[in-house]
Each structure stands twice: as structure tokens, then as C-alpha cells.
């Protein structure tokens, strides 16, 4: 009995169930697979950019606006590029969290044309009346941007997060830098208020180790762009450098904190006596 071994030609399925290699839908749905997996691998190369966005310093002092540049530069050598803004900067707790009961401080849409190898600088100003009663102490300003390339569809996204500084609108002033062992001294401070906004329940904070326990100096209300002072009389207890801190509140905007160091001396026994 003979067996007679016969080849069969199969066929191909490939295209059945699959795009074809290196087509246009085969790479979008590489993409759709590589952002939902759990094990991100780029199987899909990267295209180049086109354009490269730069949040530059930005400028956040209490009682001045608030200019956040970002600088827009495109990176193609042969034509012009579109590009789209959409940018929120929200307030967030001192955690960094950020929710939809978070008060938003600015929303920006703009569209910008950026010629070949050239850079042009969007700016987003927040005045004063827009932030001051918003912000809490403790809090963070978060920024978020997007920006996208209508010619080549490319689109960049970022969060950036910066404070609002204080400033120095607190002034110490000690009668004596170095002062003896439970010796009378006096201490001056002053808080100019720099908004257009009217602070109330005001009060100086003092606190400092081995000089006096924590104290409050009311000081009721204080009007836009005037200043309040009050002075104490304080004496230490503990020998070597000590800081005095001092913190204005109010209801209104962040608190201001500032702080002075103070040399205490021993006393001679005559002093003490």
C-alpha cells in the first residue's frame, strides 16, 4: 500500500483580522493598545516635534499681578505653525490637590501663528482684585496648559505648580541687637498693606523660644496702601542667639511672616539682683 504525500497550498489570513503592516490604521491602533496597557512599551516611534513650549520665569509677588510667560518656538525649518492655547490656573490646597470646588483665578484661549525657526511669548496676567481674596494661606497655584499644533495635529500638555510670595511687607525693629539676660527691650513692628483690598480682624503674631510665650497685638482694621505699627516691650530668659518670629493675619488675604535674631548675654550678678 503506498501513501502518497500530497502539499497543500494554504491561505493567508493575515488581512482578516489585521491592518496591513505599516499602514496609517495599523499605527493608530499601536498607539490606542500602547496608552491602555499597563506595560507601556514604545512599539509606535516617536515623530519629531514641532514645536517646543517654555514656561519661563514666572512672577507672583502679594498685591501685584501675576505674569506667567510661556514661551512658544517652533522647530520646523519649512513653514509656519498654528498654534492653539488653552491654559487654567486654578487654586489648590497646600497638598497640591486640586478638585472642581477649587476657584479658578484665569482661563486663557488664544490662537498664535509662529513663523518657521522663530519664537513668540504668550503672557497670562491675573491682577490683584482676581486672586487676593481667593487664595487661603498655605495654598498653591497650578497651571494648566495645552497646546496645539492645528497643521501637524501634535498637541503638548503640562501642569505646573508656584506660590504667591508674601514680600516683605512686615518690618521688625529690635531697640538693642545684643540685650542682657531678663533686661528690658522693645520691639517695633509695622505691616504695610500693598492691595486695594481692605484687611479686618488684623493682628500681629509674635512668638519666640526662651524670650516670651506666644502674644497678639490687635490691630482692628487696616485700609488699601496704608500701614499699621504697634510696639512691645519683651525681656529673654535663655542665653545665645534667639529668633524672634512675627506673622501679620487677617481675613482676608495669606499671612506675611517675617523674623529677627536676637544675641542674649549673661548678666552680671549686680544686673540680676
Known amino acids: 500500500k503506498q501513501w502518497y504525500q500530497r502539499r497543500v497550498r494554504g491561505e493567508d489570513l493575515t488581512s482578516c483580522y489585521k491592518y496591513e503592516e505599516g499602514s496609517k490604521k495599523e499605527r493608530e ?10 506595560r507601556k512599551e514604545w512599539v509606535v516611534k516617536p515623530t519629531s516635534r514641532d514645536l517646543e513650549v ?3 520665569r514666572e512672577t507672583a509677588l502679594m498685591g501685584s499681578d501675576i505674569t506667567i510667560p510661556i514661551k512658544l518656538t517652533n522647530t520646523s525649518e519649512s513653514s509656519t505653525r498654528t498654534v492653539s492655547i488653552s491654559a487654567q490656573v486654578r487654586c489648590s490646597a497646600y497638598t497640591g490637590r486640586t478638585d472642581n470646588n477649587s476657584p479658578i483665578l484665569k482661563t486663557v484661549h488664544s490662537v498664535h501663528e509662529v513663523s518657521e525657526g522663530e519664537s513668540d511669548t504668550v503672557t497670562i496676567t491675573i ?6 481674596k481667593k487664595i487661603k494661606a498655605g495654598s498653591v497655584l497650578n497651571l494648566f496648559l495645552k497646546a496645539h499644533v492645528q497643521e501637524t495635529k501634535q498637541v503638548f500638555a503640562t501642569k ?3 506660590t504667591v510670595k508674601k514680600g516683605s511687607g512686615i518690618t521688625i525693629v529690635c531697640s538693642q541687637k545684643t540685650v542682657k539676660q531678663y533686661e528690658d527691650f522693645e520691639v517695633s513692628v509695622s505691616y504695610t498693606n500693598g492691595t486695594d483690598t481692605r484687611l479686618t480682624r488684623c493682628h500681629f503674631y509674635m512668638e519666640g523660644p526662651g524670650i516670651r510665650r506666644s502674644k497678639k497685638l490687635y490691630c482692628g482694621t487696616v485700609q488699601p496702601h496704608k500701614t499699621i505699627d504697634r510696639k512691645i516691650t519683651l525681656s ?6 534667639r529668633t524672634l518670629l512675627v506673622k501679620f493675619c487677617n481675613s482676608k488675604i495669606a499671612h506675611a511672616t517675617d523674623r529677627i535674631k536676637i544675641v542674649v548675654e549673661q548678666a552680671e550678678p549686680t544686673e540680676i539682683e
Open 236 to 241: 529673654a530668659h535663655r542665653l545665645g542667639e
Open 54 to 56: 517654555e514656561i519661563e
Open 127 to 132: 491682577s490683584p482684585d482676581d486672586y487676593v
Open 29 to 38: 491602533v499601536q498607539e490606542k493598545v500602547s496608552h491602555f496597557s499597563s
Open 160 to 162: 505646573e505648580s508656584f
